[in-house]
């Protein structure tokens, strides 16, 4: 399921770098403060922050639940969020849950299984050229 709302800050154009200490500790924030709002919510296993972008802080996020029988609707999910406490300093009415995704989707791949993707493919392409 997405989720995307508006931080009452000022954005910097580190937040748009993924790899950044500021995109990091932004993200890490919001995802904290997610996860204490869906904890109760069945099926909820984690949230992502897919970007930051200016317009203040537009955070683009993905919730990862169990299956898609266990995503609420967006109804749902708007209510739980919006009467929520956190402190995030969110933009009234900038609150905006989107469909949910198909079951089984991939999360969004790590630096790290990047960059052993090219070494995966060495190695498969040397066990052809053998056989």
Do not use: Y
């Amino acid at each position: 399921m997405s989720l995307q709302f508006s931080l009452n800050q000022t954005f910097t154009s580190d937040l748009s770098n993924t790899s950044s200490s500021g995109f990091k500790t932004l993200a890490d924030k919001v995802t904290s403060e997610v996860k204490k709002v869906f904890a109760q919510t069945s099926g909820f296993r984690r949230s992502i922050v897919n970007s930051f972008r200016s317009g203040s802080v537009v955070t683009d996020m993905t919730l990862v639940f169990d299956n898609q029988t266990s995503v609420p609707s967006s109804s749902n999910a708007q209510v739980t969020f919006t009467n929520s406490s956190t402190s995030l300093n969110i933009l009234s009415g900038s609150i905006i849950f989107g469909s949910s995704t198909t079951s089984g989707s991939a999360p969004r791949p790590t630096s790290f299984s990047l960059a052993a993707l090219p070494l995966s493919l060495a190695l498969l392409m040397v066990q052809l050229l053998a056989s």
